[in-house]
């Protein structure tokens, strides 16, 4: 029959889709776990949900900006492609980490004690100032990267149809292996297990001769920072910026580390690919427009059918 | 809490003692003396003079006043919710959406997609009030009902979830009846028959009668058998199912009378405005409402409203120049005053500031003059008086504004690390470097300091007193 | 006469760990009854199937309806009270207010009738600062006058354990469980407690039920001692037997064990 051409052609167009929406999930899925690994490790230590963690994503994009600017643009940059990746990830994961020790120094360390709603309003008041700081000091509009000028599509690895973007491969390598080191930190390193004691009760660690304090400095340093750099991957990999992006990356990122179980570290991985996926298949396939009421009504459904996610452990309680 | 053995009562005998004296002791002895409808009373006398003095001299009063007592009803709801059964719902903003939306649809020309000139579906208001309430009070009841399998923290993540997906779905879902992106405009005002509400006037009069009964009823509900059952459920869930209240039945009440609450809330504001965006139900509206109710005290009726008075007064007065400079100095005399002790000490530091700019200003002054042309951005006498105080240069250029905003925040932050003596010598320059900022730069774009000041209010609430203006200490075994 | 509390065959096992272990009890009306058993032995489980915090196998029959299936507030509404080992008081709720929240099962008034405070909200009202007032007053001066009015975290740890026992009360018990009511008491302070118990039977007509950590010096007013262990009554009778009883003293000493000094916790205050 003369059709069977026909469709093995509209087949394969189907795949490359299916594959280019496959792509662009894994990516965004990779940023966001990277943010939710954040979001994970400050609740597993400290209980808080904190609501600030997206915009310090959102500060991290904008210093990789910034960096892209000090070295004369997308178009006329006056160093090689490499050490300007290298340079803008390590300068947003140091600021950005930076930023994120001195919020809790100067926020949440004084409120260890206080009734559990406080560092959860603070958290708010944190991600309100540090949106409107922006807004105030760069203006509301959307930056572009531009990251095409200096990284062209054209060195893309084609594959029978499908294009892959070498920055996409820099996000996935770059987020494998931040997610792997961190594994092997909190596993491997003494400050992983003080790490792990704080998590499971402070009160003991401390007695126990563990510096509570840097601790829990080192936990939002590290997870600050694997924020910055996910902000700044995702200004390379999507281009647009603005002070707003946060709330909404902070808030799916968050998605993932409760479907993933918030506290567990491969769960944020897992969570964060399954709703990038999530996101990429229902706006190629279902509506764009949908996509982040499918993301919210996946988030409801997991709490409802296992409140404590897929890897998390069921809360104990004493009567 | 108490070691064991030690009664907290009489071991803090002597504190009380002192505190029982002096102008606060006045004040909480009156407290405790003046019934809660003499309260009210006051509360109504007081609205009533604004109502009638101030309103007449401008518009923007009227506006205020009816944004205030909208603000007040939105915490009063949400102190059911949080204040008082301890739920933390981060989606109460969708019940005062849904309240807006039913209202406009009601009463405007959204059903069947009909052209604007047509009116379409106009009910009166003896009708939409009671649509509203009641189906947001459904909402809240299915909302209350899924809300039962979560607890703490993950309770306050769905909810979240759930006010986030109110503002996406009015914006995506049927474009042609809820009007998408653009909102709903040009909505019939509250009516009966040929009788209505045409001003903001009209609209603050109803707010303030319905925050009054709405406080009378509260409180009523607050003393009786559903409030102490919302309160234990707060306190220990465990043991107040096992002290015969139904924990899931008063839980899903509590969400089903916030919600209520805040769908009269939602009628009023689409009424008053003749229009709805789904903007106008952000999260940034919620934090608005989180804001009023734990700064003025969750838990407490007067609290909440308290807490919408200051936060939407303050937020208006942000919006105008010379008002924000009286908010702006006023805070920093107050903090001020609050924190450094004893006068001695203050005296010094004021010295100290106004020495410190004057003397700054005269040596940049002295090197270039283009440094210190510009003029503040305050108004009124308050330029005169800055004018040889604060550093502006010629065009008060925005980077220069913004380099001090950054030193301002890492001034702020490594004061509040510093301890005795150094604290006070660091607090002079600080003081000195917020002052230029916000002449060089904060009063340039009052709509975003306002949102930085609403953020700023909770932080520091939070850290200098947890329960708020008016809320009590709590305790919380963890 | 039937027994007002009657456990049949109650086991409940948490994933591998049987807690309870086909147990069979019964308790009559008026009585005093005593659980005794080393750490882990089941006691404070055996409280929460009772008052339907964990729902076990087996049946569990008060006043001849069974318990199996109903949540703990229709339990406690049927006559069944408890207090709680690791006090659980509504500590931001005022003395007063503790007393009065546990009477919600007693009343009906909805919110709608309580707002507009028609007459049937107002009768319960007054009924329930009467009955608040009333169990309170039972404990003396201890909770009365100013300490109405007081919230419950400025209580001492002894007013704690009082305030619980009387917020059990005010739900209208006919049978009270009380959860190591002694614990962290000094003995002055026990002495008192067992006259407490004894004036509680009197007084309010109630059935009690409760726990301890070994005989003591309540142990003494009780009609019958329950000793359980690995989940399983073990031994059953007077308390003068069951100091005696060779396989109660094993149970505290493990099989291996010596005599002597180890065995005094268990026969303290019966000397």
Same mark, same amino acid.
């Given at each position: 029959m003369g059709g069977g051409g026909a469709f093995s052609v509209a087949c394969t167009a189907q795949m490359q889709i299916f594959i280019q929406t496959l792509v662009t999930g894994i990516v965004t899925g990779c940023l966001y776990a990277l943010i939710a690994l954040g979001y994970s490790m400050v609740y597993g230590v400290l209980k808080l949900l904190n609501f600030a963690h997206g915009d310090l994503y959102m500060v991290g994009a904008f210093i990789g900006y910034f960096a892209i600017q000090w070295f004369g643009g997308a178009t006329a940059l006056i160093i090689p492609v490499p050490l300007l990746i290298i340079f803008m990830m390590v300068v947003a994961g140091l600021g950005v980490g930076a930023l994120g020790v001195a919020i809790e120094r100067f926020a949440y360390r004084p409120l260890r004690n206080a009734p559990r709603i406080a560092p959860l309003i603070t958290a708010l008041g944190i991600s309100f100032i540090l949106e409107d700081s922006v807004l105030l000091l760069f203006g509301g509009f959307t930056r572009n990267y531009n990251a095409p000028a200096f990284?062209?599509?054209?060195?893309s690895i084609h594959i029978d149809g499908v294009n892959i973007w070498s920055v996409q491969i820099i996000v996935v390598v770059v987020s494998v292996v931040m997610m792997f080191g961190l594994r092997e930190l909190v596993n491997r390193t003494l400050f992983g297990k003080s790490m792990r004691a704080v998590a499971s009760d402070r009160e003991a660690a401390e007695m126990l001769g563990v510096n509570v304090d840097r601790t829990i400095a080192m936990t939002f340093f590290i997870g600050s920072a694997m924020a910055g750099v996910a902000g700044v991957m995702s200004g390379l990999a999507f281009g647009q910026i603005s002070n707003i992006i946060g709330f909404l990356a902070g808030l799916k990122a968050f998605t993932a580390a409760v479907v993933g179980g918030i506290g567990s570290i491969p769960g944020a991985m897992i969570g964060g690919l399954v709703i990038g996926l999530c996101e990429s298949f229902s706006s190629s396939y279902i509506s764009s427009q949908y996509s982040d009421l499918i993301v919210f009504a996946l988030l409801i459904a997991t709490m409802l059918v296992r409140p404590q996610g897929v890897f998390g452990q069921p809360p104990l309680q004493k009567v | 809490m108490a070691p064991i053995g030690v009664d907290e009562w009489v071991a803090r005998s002597g504190d009380r003692r002192e505190q029982n004296s002096g102008w606060r002791g006045l004040l909480a002895r009156l407290d405790s003396r003046v019934g809660w409808w003499p309260r009210l009373v006051l509360v109504g006398l007081f609205a009533l003079v604004y109502g009638k003095l101030l309103?007449?001299?401008?518009?923007n009063y009227a506006q205020t006043g009816f944004n205030v007592v909208l603000y007040a009803i939105l915490a009063l709801g949400l102190n059911i919710v949080v204040g008082w059964a301890g739920l933390l719902d981060l989606g109460y903003i969708a019940f005062f959406g849904a309240g807006a939306y039913i209202y406009a649809l009601f009463s405007s020309h959204a059903f069947g997609n009909l052209p604007l000139s047509t009116g379409g579906v106009q009910l009166p208001v003896v009708a939409t009030i009671p649509i509203a309430v009641v189906g947001v009070g459904i909402l809240g009841l299915v909302i209350g009902l899924v809300a039962l399998r979560l607890s703490g923290d993950y309770l306050a993540i769905v909810t979240l979830f759930v006010g986030q997906a109110f503002a996406e779905a009015v914006n995506n879902v049927a474009p042609g009846t809820l009007g998408g992106a653009n909102g709903l405009f040009g909505l019939k005002g509250f009516h009966v028959g040929s009788a209505m509400i045409g001003s903001t006037l009209g609209y603050y009069w109803f707010a303030v009668i319905v925050l009054l009964i709405l406080m009378a009823f509260l409180h009523l509900l607050d003393t009786s058998r559903t409030g102490r059952a919302w309160r234990a459920l707060r306190d220990d869930p465990l043991a107040a199912e096992v002290m015969t209240i139904p924990v899931n039945k008063v839980k899903v009440m509590a969400f089903t009378f916030g919600a209520i609450v805040a769908a009269l809330a939602g009628t009023m504001f689409a009424a008053q405005q003749s229009s709805v965006f789904s903007t106008n139900f952000s999260a940034q509206t919620l934090i608005l409402i989180y804001a009023c109710l734990v700064l003025g005290g969750a838990g407490s009726i007067a609290g909440a409203v308290l807490g919408g008075v200051v936060v939407t007064v303050s937020q208006q007065l942000l919006s105008s120049p010379i008002d924000s400079a009286y908010l702006f100095y006023g805070i920093l005399v107050i903090v001020l005053v609050a924190r450094v002790r004893p006068w001695r000490h203050l005296a010094a530091v004021v010295a100290a500031i106004v020495g410190f700019g004057f003397g700054v200003h005269a040596i940049v002054g002295a090197i270039s003059h283009r440094a210190i042309a510009g003029s503040p951005g305050s108004s009124g006498w308050f330029a005169g008086a800055l004018r040889h105080f604060v550093i502006v240069p010629a065009g008060s250029p925005l980077t220069y504004g913004n380099l001090l905003y950054v030193a301002m925040i890492c001034m702020i932050i490594g004061v509040v690390q510093l301890k005795g003596i150094r604290r006070l010598v660091a607090v002079v320059p600080t003081v000195y470097v917020a002052i230029c900022c916000w002449e060089a730069r904060l009063t340039l774009d009052p709509g975003i300091t306002a949102q930085i000041m609403i953020g700023a209010i909770l932080i520091v609430t939070m850290a200098a007193r947890p329960e708020g203006l008016l809320g009590t200490r709590r305790v919380e075994v963890l | 006469m039937a027994p007002l509390l009657e456990l049949d065959q109650v086991s409940l096992s948490f994933g591998g760990l *049987? =807690?309870?272990?086909s147990l069979d009890m019964h308790v009559d009306e008026n009585e005093i009854v005593s659980v005794i058993g080393p750490n882990g032995a089941g006691k404070t489980t055996l409280f929460n199937v009772i008052t339907g915090i964990y729902q076990p196998a087996g049946d569990i029959r008060f006043d001849g309806k069974s318990l199996i299936g109903r949540s703990p507030h229709r339990i406690t509404g049927m006559g069944v009270a408890r207090t709680f080992q690791s006090l659980r008081l509504f500590l931001n709720m005022t003395v007063k207010e503790n007393v009065k929240a546990a009477t919600y099962g007693g009343t009906r008034a909805t919110p709608i009738e309580s707002m507009l405070r028609l007459p049937r909200a107002r009768r319960e009202e007054r009924e329930v600062e009467a009955r608040a007032e009333d169990v309170l007053g039972f404990?003396? $001066? *201890?909770?009365q006058g100013y300490r109405?009015? $007081? @919230? =419950?975290?400025?209580?001492s740890y002894a007013n704690r354990r009082r305030l619980e026992i009387a917020r059990a009360m005010a739900t209208g018990a006919r049978m009270l469980l009380l959860d190591? @009511? =002694? =614990?962290?008491?000094n003995p002055p302070e026990k002495l008192a407690l067992r006259e407490l118990i004894r004036g509680l039977r009197e007084r309010f007509d109630v059935t009690i039920l409760l726990i301890e950590h070994h005989m003591d010096v309540e142990s003494e007013l009780c009609d019958i001692v329950t000793v359980l262990d690995n989940g399983k009554v073990i031994a059953e009778g007077k308390p003068a037997e069951i100091s005696r009883d060779p396989k109660v003293i094993v149970a505290y000493l493990g099989s291996g064990g010596g005599a002597g000094e180890a065995a005094e916790p268990l026969l303290a205050g019966l000397e």
């Open positions: 990284l062209p599509f054209r060195q | 309103v007449g001299s401008n518009i | *049987r =807690a309870l272990h404990f003396g $001066q *201890r909770l109405f009015d $007081q @919230p =419950a975290y400025v209580l190591e @009511p =002694a =614990a962290g008491m």
